[in-house]
């Protein structure tokens, strides 16, 4: 099946650190991903039951999603042995120079039984044999082969490499993250580290030939963040966890990851203040703007009861990140189109479905 999906992969981006350097970053990278996840999953489950709500057409769509958040009816939402598994998906969006790769993402399953929440980071850089491409990527190819196929096939690897189905998926576009921090007026973030960036990129700008400099530097801007608390609107919190060209460690994917964390912070307390929890509105407002900005192919019903499971499970958040343990980063070759990529050290996946089913299990995986 993948096999018709193979295609050429992307070209090589140019990095800012030395080999050694990036490895390691790499995998802190992965470890603060799952953060960010669960700051989002939180945010998320606040959220969910709204855009379920709003879906209602009459009174009673209203009061039978309002039944289901209550009652989770497992008969309206589809699991295995008392779990659903969703795949998380976060993509760049416009603005983005690689918007339909999914560099985020995230096996994640929830308990029915005991209600807590069990989440596994899987590797951007996974190479795929029969795709010839990147995880990452697996998005982005399935949905230019048809409409709707990138959820499909980034399910259907995903259930390759872990062993377990995936009854759902939901893709995030961060991208809209600027009309959400907009809508709230603005969010307050503690920024843990500043960095100056002499080169990100104006948008419209990208084919200007700045009258023939060499160097093109019309095409950027300087951005600087002191450290410290400070209010953001959307704009300004856009190119905060954008920046990719900050002096030093600010320019690593480790550090962006960190600025997310630190932006999702903000919009999580925001959303959770008085100030909007008390103005159904603009929590409406909010809601229809998260709405759009997911893709997912959840039914409301199932939405409406996953809210619920995930609420319930905010204080059984359990994150774990696929690791070097399992993966082996191999030689640049032609075999892998000349990039960096993790294959399985056992050549084949056996030992990672064994460990991710150990933690559905509850054993002891390390």
């Known amino acids: 099946m993948l096999k018709a999906f193979r295609s050429k992969s992307f070209e090589k981006r140019k990095i800012a650190v030395s080999r050694i350097k ?7 990278w992965l470890v603060r991903t799952s953060l960010i996840i669960v700051l989002f999953f939180l945010f998320y489950g606040i959220s969910l039951l709204g855009i379920s709500l709003m879906k209602a057409t009459s009174l009673d769509r209203y009061a039978t999603l309002a039944y289901d958040f209550i009652v989770t009816p497992q008969s309206k939402i589809k699991s295995i042995n008392g779990r659903t598994n ?100 603005g969010v307050e973030v503690d ?40 209010f953001m609107g959307g704009e300004t919190a856009l190119k905060f966890v954008r920046s990719r060209m900050a002096v030093g460690d600010e320019g690593t994917d480790f550090a962006r990851s960190v600025r997310q964390e630190e932006l999702l912070t903000a919009i999580k ?8 929890l008390l103005h159904p509105s603009k929590f409406f407002r909010l ?7 997911v893709e997912t192919d959840l ?11 995930l609420l319930q499970s905010r204080k059984g958040i359990a994150s774990y990140t696929l690791t070097n343990n399992y993966l082996v980063n191999p030689l640049k070759s032609l075999e892998y189109d000349n990039l960096y990529v993790l294959i399985p050290k056992g050549g084949d996946w056996d030992e990672v479905r064994s460990w991710v089913s150990c933690f559905l299990e509850g054993g002891n995986c390390n």
């Open 22 to 28: 990036r490895r390691f970053l790499k995998h802190v």
């Open 86 to 185: 969703i795949l998380v998906l976060g993509k760049g969006g416009t603005g983005h120079d690689a918007p339909e790769l999914t560099d985020t993402i995230i096996f994640a399953s929830v308990s029915h039984q005991h209600p807590s929440l069990t989440l596994v980071t899987l590797p951007r850089d996974i190479w795929l044999e029969d795709l010839q491409a990147k995880l990452n990527s697996a998005y982005y190819w399935g949905n230019k082969k048809e409409a709707g196929g990138g959820i499909v096939l980034a399910k259907s690897i995903v259930e390759e490499l872990t062993g377990q189905p995936v009854q759902y998926a939901i893709v995030v576009d961060f991208s809209g993250f600027k009309k959400i921090v907009d809508e709230m007026g």
């Open 191 to 230: 920024v843990k580290i500043g960095f100056v960036d002499n080169f990100y990129p104006m948008a419209g700008r990208e084919n200007d030939d700045c009258g023939g400099d060499p160097e093109f530097k019309c095409r950027y801007e300087t951005v600087k963040f002191d450290s410290g608390r400070q």
């Open 269 to 276: 307390n925001k959303m959770m203040s008085s100030e909007i």
């Open 287 to 293: 809601v229809s703007l998260i709405n759009d900005n």
């Open 299 to 309: 039914s409301a019903n199932s939405e409406a009861i996953l809210a619920r499971r």
